[in-house]
């Protein structure tokens, strides 16, 4: 604010004033020239505002720019960080489904032991039960053997 004074006052300083009026003109002709005064007056303090506070708006434009910039590289990190988080969450429901096709495949393996050991134990009843058919059919047939043998007699 103290620097929009000193413009205005530095302005106000400038050979506008030694153009005033001559006290003879009319009242009409004063307002003409007090509208010229306030316009060169406005576009004097404007070219002193634009000197003043010129080279600071170009530092603040600078320091915005780069923080444009920076926000940019900020923002292109934070999708990198969120395609890394995806790729990590894609991996462990990779690691979850893995575990779980290896429990799977356990289980299949033992029922493959037990589906073995049932097909030996039915292997040997049916070798056992073969053996008792024939040791049946052996008694059955010595039995009739004995029975022609006691009716010969």
Known sequence: ???????????????????SPPAHQSDTSGAAVQAAVDGETVSLLTEGLIRKLGPETDSVKDKLDELIRNQEVMVEAMEHENTRF???EATK?????????KRYHNKLVLIRKEMVALHEKSTKLKKRALKLQ????KEDLHREQQ??????R
């Not at 300083?13 to 030694?18: K, R």
């Open 93 to 101: 429901s990779l690691g979850e489904l893995l575990s779980e096709a």
């Open 86 to 88: 995806s790729e990590s």
């Open 1 to 19: 604010m103290e620097e929009v004074t000193e413009v205005a006052a530095e302005a106000t300083e400038s050979p506008v004033e030694s153009r």
């Open 134 to 137: 024939q040791q049946k059919q």
């Open 147 to 152: 029975k022609e043998r006691e009716l010969e």
